[in-house]
């Protein structure tokens, strides 16, 4: 259970200047609840991925505003962690996960872990370094993508196999690959944390905006420039909430947007 930041611009940005410095300091301020590490991923000028994580909170780590004032690339994430109950605070379950120029950051709890693990082949179980069920889902949407030769179709397809067998769980998600940004904002039967919440604030209004009942919330925006996607926790006018059940890719060279076919999930998908 985390917070997603992510952008899509045609010039480099720092972290900061997504949001602007006091809708930025909000964010980090998110820490206070989701302190459990934090990561960030970046596209330089020279098409490579990069990223940088820590299992320290944000809010206590200088290293996080070092690299969010830095414009460090044209599309990139940041992602603050919530710890699933039982997993380890360690580096490995710190998001975002890697291979090669992919990187992957998860907003969710998909159990029981050992589901997920029965979905990887021998390879993908090979390459496995943390305890997470997020980063054998990020296993899964790689395998998907290996197998099928495409990254739209394989993230389609491994959606549609995650959403059947898993119907309950929240998907959202950042996927950044070599050209494309995946959006994915899947959670529309996962339920609020509201017992985990409840016993860290007083009362609904305590607590961050949204937390209460729409924590998966995700929205977006699109500027002439960029595209932004942000998860629940700030209350700015100028997003619009990404709808339930969706899932998009953002081309990093032109921003343009182009929504995934999720439906119908029938047999064989």
Known sequence: MCRLLGYIATHPLAAVDVLGEPAFDTFTSLA??????WGMAWRDGDHHTHTEASPESA??????????????????????????????????????????NYAF?????????????????SESKAKLRGATDS?????????????????????????????????HASLNALLLTPTTMFAIHINSKAASPPRALSKLYP??????PRHATEYYAMDYRITPDAVHIISSGLQEPGWVSVPPDA????????????ELDLFPIGPGN
Not at 64 to 69: D, V
Not at 203 to 208: G, K, T, Y
């Open 247 to 258: 899932a998009a890719m953002i081309d990093l060279a032109t921003c343009e947007l182009t």
């Open 32 to 37: 206070a609840l989701h302190g459990d590490g």
């Open 203 to 208: 009362s609904e209004a305590d607590m961050p």
């Open 105 to 121: 950051a998860h907003n969710g709890n998909i159990k029981p872990i050992p589901k997920i693990e029965a979905l990887l082949t």
């Open 135 to 167: 980063e054998r889902y990020f296993r899964f949407l790689m395998q998907c993508i290996e197998e099928s030769g495409s990254e739209e179709n394989g993230v389609t397809r491994g959606l549609h196999i995650m959403m059947k067998e898993f119907p």
């Open 59 to 100: 809010a206590r780590d200088p290293r996080y505003m070092e690299l969010a004032r830095q414009p460090l690339g044209s599309a990139g994430f940041v992602h603050l962690r919530w710890a699933t109950g039982g997993l380890p605070v360690v580096r490995e379950n710190t998001h975002p996960f890697t291979d090669g």
